[in-house]
T-cell receptor, first 115, second 116 residues
Framework: SAVISQKPSRDICQRGTSLTIQCQVDSQVTMMFWYRQQPGQSLTLIATANQGSEATYESGFVIDKFPISRPNLTFSTLTVSNMSPEDSSIYLC????????????FGEGSRLTVL | AQSVAQPEDQVNVAEGNPLTVKCTYS??????LFWYVQYPNRGLQFLLKYITGDNLVKGSYGFEAEFNKSQTSFHLKKPSALVSDSALYFC??????????????FGTGTQLKVEL
C-alpha cells in the first residue's frame, strides 16, 4: 500500500483566508481524490485530481472554492478558499490504482478549524 | 447511483462478545464493497473488501464480513471483540457497472464501543 503524507495535519484559520493542503505519495498512483469529513459526518468526495488537467468536481463543489492541482503522479494540493466556519472539517487525500476492484488508501487527514 | 446505509450510529458490545456492524447498499449493477476503520485523529484504514466469489471475506485484525445479495447487505463481524476495536467504522461501495468513476461512496459511519 502507498504511504500518503498530508500537510498540515491541523490548522486554525481566520474567516476569509485561504489554506492549501498538500498530499505527497511515496509512489506513482493513478487516481487521487480529495474527501471532506465534516464533524460527526461521513466522507464526501470533493473532486478527483487529474494529472496535468483540471480536476473533476462532484456536485456541490466548485473550482473557485476548492482549487486543486496535480502536477505529477505523486503530488496534489487542495486549496480551501475564502474560508468560513462551515469549512471546518477534516480534509482527506486518497489514492487508488484505477482498478474498479481496488481499495483506496487514505492520508491521515488535515483538520481545519475556521474561526 | 450508488449508495450505502449504516443504520446504527453506535454499537456497544462487551469485550469477548461477538460484534456486528450493519451495512446495506444500493447499486445498479453488481457491487464492490469495502470496510474501513477510523481511529481518533487518524485517516481511514482499509479492513477488507468483497469483489466476487465466497460470500464470507476475511480481513485485518480478525474482522470478517458477509455479503448477502438477496438482502443487499455486507455486515462486518468479529467473533470476539477487543477494547482496542473501539473506533468509527465505514462501509463503502463502488458500482461494478459504472466503476463509480472509481470513486467510493461511504456510509455515515458506525461508532463501535467495546467495554470491559
Amino acid at each position: 500500500s502507498a504511504v500518503i503524507s498530508q500537510k498540515p495535519s491541523r490548522d486554525i484559520c481566520q474567516r476569509g483566508t485561504s489554506l492549501t493542503i498538500q498530499c505527497q505519495v511515496d509512489s506513482q498512483v493513478t487516481m487521487m481524490f480529495w474527501y471532506r469529513q465534516q464533524p460527526g459526518q461521513s466522507l464526501t468526495l470533493i473532486a478527483t485530481a487529474n494529472q496535468g488537467s483540471e480536476a473533476t468536481y462532484e456536485s456541490g463543489f466548485v473550482i473557485d472554492k476548492f482549487p486543486i492541482s496535480r502536477p505529477n503522479l505523486t503530488f496534489s494540493t487542495l486549496t480551501v478558499s475564502n474560508m468560513s466556519p462551515e469549512d471546518s472539517s477534516i480534509y482527506l487525500c486518497s489514492v487508488g490504482t484505477g482498478s474498479p476492484t481496488g481499495e483506496l488508501f487514505f492520508g491521515e487527514g488535515s483538520r481545519l478549524t475556521v474561526l | 447511483a450508488q449508495s450505502v446505509a449504516q443504520p446504527e450510529d453506535q454499537v456497544n458490545v462487551a469485550e469477548g462478545n461477538p460484534l456486528t456492524v450493519k451495512c446495506t447498499y444500493s447499486v445498479s449493477g453488481n457491487p464492490y464493497l469495502f470496510w474501513y476503520v477510523q481511529y481518533p485523529n487518524r485517516g481511514l484504514q482499509f479492513l477488507l473488501k468483497y469483489i466476487t466469489g465466497d460470500n464470507l471475506v476475511k480481513g485485518s485484525y480478525g474482522f470478517e464480513a458477509e455479503f448477502n445479495k438477496s438482502q443487499t447487505s455486507f455486515h462486518l463481524k468479529k467473533p470476539s471483540a477487543l477494547v482496542s476495536d473501539s473506533a468509527l467504522y465505514f462501509c463503502a461501495v463502488r458500482d461494478h457497472l459504472t466503476g463509480g468513476g472509481n470513486k467510493l461512496t461511504f456510509g455515515t459511519g458506525t461508532q463501535l464501543k467495546v467495554e470491559l
